[in-house]
Structures are given as C-alpha cells and as structure tokens.
C-alpha cells in the first residue's frame, strides 16, 4: 500500500473538506485506489502553519470553528504562515493549493505553485490565477522536475471536463468549447425570466452561498473570462491571456429583455467560448447569448453549471455538473490526486485489483 502525504496550502473551505474527506473516507479510499492519504503540513493566513511529519491529527482541527483556528499554541504550530519554507522545505509528496488568487497577476497562488515544482513536489490547485496566467510554464517547469502539475478544479469545481478532454477524445478533434460556467450569473439570469430585478435576484444570489462576497466578478464575466482562458489553451491548445479575451457581463440584461427573450422561445445564457478559426488560430470570448430551446446549454437552470465540446466525430458532446461548492471542488482535489497516483505510481502493483491479478493462478 503506498502512501502520499499532503501539504496543504489554505485551509478555507476547500481544502478543510478534502481534510474532512481524508479523515471521513480514508480507509474506504484506500481499499478501492490502493494508496493512503496523510496531511503533514497547513498553512492559512489566519491559522498560522501547523507541520508534523508523522501526520497531522484532523479530527481537533475539523472539530474548530472555521474562524477560531489556531496553530500557534499547537506541538508544530506557529502564528505565521510560512508558506514559502512549508512549501519548499517539509517532506510531502503533494503540495495542495487552495489559497485566494488575484486573477490579474495569479499570485500568491502562482508562487506558491513554482516553489512546490521547483522543490520536485506534485502540485493540484483549484486555483484558476496561476493556471489562467501561466499555466503553459508551469507545465513546462512540473515536467522538468518530473513531476505532475493539476489543475482539474479550476474549471467547474470536480465536475471533469478537462479530463474529459484530455483523456476521453482521444482520435478526433475538438473545433471549439462553449460553456455555462458561473453559477450566480446563470442563477441571475433565471429569475430575471421570473420578472425579479437584477440587484435582488444578486442578493438572493448571495443568501444562497452562490456569487461571492462582491459579485462583481460573476456578474461582468471576469470569472468565466478566466475559465475560458482555461479552455482555450488546455482543449485548443492555445497561448491565450485574460486580456484577449473580449468579456461582456449580464448586468445590461433587465427582467424584460429575459421574458422578450422566452416568449420567442430563448434563453439569456452568459456563454463563455472558445472556438478553433479557419486559420488555425483560437479566439474565446464571454458574452450573453439568447440561445434557441434545442440547444444543449439552454436547458442549464439555477446554479447549474455545463460545457459543450463540439468535435469532428461526435458533434457536440456536454458535460454537465456542478460549478462551485467546498465538497465539489474538493473533490477536484482528490481527482487530481489520482491522477498523478496513475501517472506515476499505478505501476507499482499496490491495488487490490493489481495485487489480485498478479496473485491469481495462471492457466
Ligand atoms: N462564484 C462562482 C460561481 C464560483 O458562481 O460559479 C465558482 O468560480
């Protein structure tokens, strides 16, 4: 049975419910994927930084309230966060980034995730920053240290879509990607249809846990703006930045436009795309679409959120699933975990699938 340990980068919601799926689902997890998960180092700006190298004990830490914790006064424990020598210096296998990004420059996320490459340590964000401003160098460099950069999360929380591209379209080729990929705007959109004006249908929004403290960046479309960015050099295979992006928000969209809209039987989407031109060359953009009633997007609701490939083989295929969510986005984690376990490690014979066709009797 092998073994990775964690360090984890940020301990909000996200990476607090990867610990809770640790310390909950462990000993399931190992049995059905053949590797154990132990966490040996947290850092958060407000906690301070906790490392034990023989494993950390969750069950205290998931036992706090979120905004008490503290690891100062804990064996191992400190005040300050630490991150830079965390990151380079602790013995973990994987270095788990879930911290706040600012989305022009990707930092301090985009640091966080060099130091853990150029220390030879596996990296999986849920940070859409470092892999919207430099995801193509930190490749580059993940693959220079022979380890695995992971990013699965940054796009539609653990819903796969970039797995999906990567590993299920395999022989055809994929002309552009189409995709509802905010929850709050789509959830806005949906009660603008319903007559409710844009300022409540936000507030409500917010009461529900969907848009963020300031939704400024859900409702202009800066944040698909940066998932499109995503899609276009991850499926495309493009060089694009945030600023050639052209982004239109909804917030032009009133209550009337939404119901004009239904009643010719379309649907306001905020629609992020990118799409492979004749030339060879990739353009992407975020903009609100009316969409007709057939179309596979026009039917995400709520906080729903999908992405469509349109292929050359198999015409349009989408993938829908949750966008957001601490358990959701989590998951993207573990997903992430796996995979570099596959990459790296699948061949060492550790699962009990492995394990029990290399003990069967032959012949
Ligand atoms: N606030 C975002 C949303 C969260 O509404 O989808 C995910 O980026």
């Known amino acids: ?33 053949g590797f154990a998960l132990r966490v040996v180092a947290i850092t958060d700006l407000r906690a301070g930084s906790l490392v034990d190298t023989d494993g950390i ?10 905004g008490e914790l503290s690891f100062a006064d804990l064996p191992g424990g400190s005040a300050e966060t630490r991150n830079e020598n965390v990151i380079r210096e602790v013995a973990a296998d994987i270095v788990v980034e879930a911290t706040f990004t600012n989305p022009g420059d990707g930092e301090p996320a985009l640091s966080h995730v060099r130091w853990a490459l150029e220390a030879g340590k596996h990296v999986c964000t849920t940070n859409k920053g470092p892999v919207a401003v430099a995801g193509r160098e930190l490749k580059e460099l993940a693959e220079r240290h022979g380890v695995s950069f992971e990013f699965e999360g940054s796009v539609l929380s653990g819903t796969p879509v970039l797995r999906t591209a990567r590993r299920m379209f395999g022989g055809l080729e994929i002309t552009g990607v189409q995709g509802i990929m905010n929850g709050t705007s789509n959830y806005v959109l949906g009660r603008l249809e319903e007559g409710v004006e844009l300022p409540e249908a936000i507030a409500q929004a917010q009461e529900l846990g969907y848009a963020e403290a300031d939704p400024t960046a859900d409702i202009e479309g800066h ?23 052209v982004c239109e928000g909804i917030s032009q969209i009133t209550p009337r436009d939404a119901q004009d809209a239904l009643g010719k039987g379309l649907r306001w989407k905020l629609v992020g795309s990118a799409t492979r031109q004749a030339d060879g060359t990739v353009t992407a953009r975020v903009a609100p679409v009316a969409l007709p009633a057939h179309h596979p997007l026009a039917g995400i609701s709520g906080p729903g959120n999908a992405v469509s490939f349109h292929t050359d083989l198999l015409g349009t295929v989408t993938v829908s699933g949750p966008g957001a969510g601490r358990t959701e986005t989590a998951y993207a984690l573990l997903s992430d975990i796996i995979a570099i376990h596959q990459r790296h490690h699948a061949h060492d014979d550790t699962t009990p699938v492995r394990r029990a066709l290399k003990e069967a009797p032959r012949g």
């Open 223 to 245: 944040d698909v703006q940066l998932k499109a960015v995503i899609l276009a050099n991850e499926v495309l295979g493009a060089d694009l930045r945030r600023e050639d992006v």
């Open 57 to 66: 004990d969750l069950a205290p830490l998931l036992a706090a309230e979120p």
């Open 1 to 33: 049975m092998g073994r990775y340990d964690l360090a984890l980068i940020g301990f909000g919601g996200v990476n607090r419910a990867l610990a809770e799926l640790i310390s909950q689902r462990g000993e399931r997890l190992a049995d059905e994927l």
